[in-house]
Each structure stands twice: as structure tokens, then as C-alpha cells.
């Protein structure tokens, strides 16, 4: 057995747990490397790996139905979406919304080097995805006449990036105090065997615990307290790739409110059976909750309701509002742990003294495991066109060519809609949340130039 002064219980855990293929090369590294490697060792809840590594598949309840939800009303003026809005803009402007960003992920698909938030989508300005999203927030700020904290999680592997991407950019006009960047968990992968990996000699490969981690996340970093001392009832929940979200809604908010929800969500729908997204289901005791698109048995992805239609129709766009005693109940005292999920991945590894890439088992926690949790829970249908045009991948469906088509689209509908005349030449248009969040900022009066890119600022 190996030594190291005031490590014994670490070391002795490690053999205990069968892992001691994680000191092979001991005698290569120096104090400094030896000392960082027990470190990470020491943070490993082992009984936690054994458990989750016997996982291997994920266990999905059997017994649901289709989620009910709120369906667009035909008509814009429909009094419960006025009503709605109007609880929903006065509770923003009593400060009592804060906006959630998760932006931890390791965005392989995308196969971007640094912060996915730093790839650039915007179609005129190149406007980056973290620099869209604090505009949002920022423009929410004037239009409500109020300051709106704005939670970022990270991950290890980009949390400086992403801070001195917003202290160079000087967080893009908000308050810099009201602007929190925390790190989240981290959880080593495991080889098909149940092994700790190696990324290199004296570093045990980890991921990001998921995105589920960020409920935990608020709470360990301190900004639940932060949040809940200023007043905050209320978290507004986006994900970084999504460069359409309406961060601060009135409407979902407001019907969030009305509901005395702990979570809400809004819902796509499916545009055909096979799409590969989550769907809204309600579980056999009455809660409501997601079912990953793996996860459906196939008879459910076929089903039809009694119209024709897709019968699990609402999808999950991952937007979701949170109630802050929701939050707080369920990381506080009665903590409820998010179950893992396991999925096969290739994972960069150090082995037999070389890089080489192997299968490996990553664990991940889903946000949307909360949603059974909650005594009450909302689902709002939103339109995909406005509102979710995901920054997946490289090149092909949810990459930056089809967000960047969908962003165009839109501008151009809210402008037509508003009467503004948008001359032949143009072919691209980009509108700054400054200059509208939605259809009806869109000044009286507006002009469009006659050029190919026109971007209004
Ligand atoms: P994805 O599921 O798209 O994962 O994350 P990803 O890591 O970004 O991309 P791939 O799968 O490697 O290509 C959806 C959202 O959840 C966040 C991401 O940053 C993104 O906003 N996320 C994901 C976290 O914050 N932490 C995680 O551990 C995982």
C-alpha cells in the first residue's frame, strides 16, 4: 500500500473500494501531483460510485399518461393570458425574479473549444450566446424598471473562462455584484468495469454532475441564500444553447403565480412522433414529469389521441420556472437527491502509459427529475418558432445554421406583422433585445435600410 502523510483514510479507502489501480504511477509523480491526486480521492463518495455503477440502465416508471397543459389561446387578447401578464409584469417589477443560466455542459457535440456561451450566433452582429442572454436580461432590466440577478453555473473545466469572458466584456452592462458565476459538482466516470478512469498520471477523469446538479449547486454556493435575502421568489431557468428563450416572461410567470406553482415548464409540441425529444407525462400517482425520448416504450411514441394526433404531444424545451421555498425545500433539510443517469460515452483517458480514447459510463442528474417533487406543477405551450432554436451541433439539425435561420425568421414576422415594410434586398436581419424582446416593442415607425444584413440595435 502506498503512503502519504495525513492521507491514511483516503488511501486506505481507495483499497478498501478496490481503486488502487489509481496509483500505477506513484513512484513518477511529485509531492505537489501526489498530494493533488488524494485530494480529489478524499472528495469521492465511493459508496455513492458502487451504487450508481450497478445503475446500468436507467429505471423509468411504467404506469403514465399524457401531461395536461395550457394551450396557446387563439386569440392573443384570451382574458386568462391578460390576466396572466398582467401578475406576471407586476411581480418582475417588484424584483422578485432572478434568471438561471446553466452553462456547465461540456458541449461535445458542438465541438467548440471553451464555454459553449462564447460561440458566436448571433446571423449580423456574431454576437456570442452568454452576450444574447445578459442582453435579455439586461433590456428586461430597463423595460421593467428593475434589477434582476443573474445566476450562471459552470463547470469546473470552464468556470474561469466564463468569468473572464464577462469581466472582459464588463458583463455586458449589468451590475456586475448582481451577477453570480459558481462551478457545480463534478462525478468520476467509470469504465465498463466499475474502475475509476485516469486523465493522466495524477488526475482522475470527472464530469459535471448534469444539469440536475443546479439545484444542489444554488444551494452549495451560497446564491439560494443570496436570492432568498433579497426577496426573490422566483427562478427563472434556461439553458445556454438556446439562444431564442424569453428569459423573463410575464405570461409564464404570471401563470406560474396564479397557480401557486413550485415548477413550471413550457412545452413544445412534438412536430412528429419519432422526434427525439422528452415528453410531459402524468405519472400513475398523480404528478407530472418528464419521459426522456430513450426511456419511451414505442407503442407510447406511436400513440395516437382520438383526433389523430401525436398523443404524448408536449415536448420539453428545458425551460422551467422554479419557486424558491421549492428549491429550498428540496436541497434543505429534506434533501431529495436527483437519481443518476447513466449513459455509455467515449471518454479521453490516460491508460497502459498512453492518451487513448475508451468506452466509459458518465452519471448525470436531469433538472427535470425535480418536477415529480413538486405539489404543483404548470405546463405552458410555447410556440418552437419563437421561442427554441437549440445550438447542439456542429453542423446539420440544432446547429448554429438552423438557430441563426430561425432567428431570422422571426425578426422578419415580427416586423411584418407590425407593418414594417422589409425592403427585397435584405436577406438577413438581426434584432438586439435592446431594441424589442418581443412583436410588440417593435417602434411605430420603423425602418428597415435597404442592405443585405440589416441588424437594429
Ligand atoms: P446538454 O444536454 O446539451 O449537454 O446540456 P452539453 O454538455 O451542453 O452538450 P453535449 O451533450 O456534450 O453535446 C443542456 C444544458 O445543460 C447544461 C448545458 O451547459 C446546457 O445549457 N449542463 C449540462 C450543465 O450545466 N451541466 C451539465 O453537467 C450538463
New binding site residues.
Partial sequence: MISFAGYDDVIQRVYKYKQEHVFQYWDQLIDSEKKALLDELGIIDFDLLEKIFKLKENSVPEDFSPAPYIKLPEDERDPEFMKARDLGVQFIKEGKVAAF??????????GFKGP?GKFPVGPVSGKTLFHFHAEKIRASEIKYGVKIPFLI?T?RDNHEETVDFFRENHFFGLTPALVHIFP?NMIPSLDLDGKLILSDKSTIFM?????G??LSALRSSGALKLLEDMGIEVISYF???NPLVKIIDPIFIGFHILNKADVSSKALMKAYHEEKTGVFVRFKNGKLGIIEYSDMPQEKIFAKDSEGGILYCAANP?IHLFDIKFVDKITGSSNVNLPYHVAKKKIEAFKDGQQCEITGLKF?KFVFDAIPMAEKTVILETKREEEFAPV?NASGADSVHTAQAMMNALFRRWLSNRGVKIPDVVDVIEISPFFALQESDIPEGTIVPAQEKVYLE
Fill in positions: 443560466l446553466v452553462a456547465g455542459g461540456q458541449g461535445s457535440r458542438l459553449k453555473m463547470s457545480q464530469n459535471p454532475d448534469g444539469h446538479g443546479s439553458q445556454v444553447d428545458a448525470e447542439k
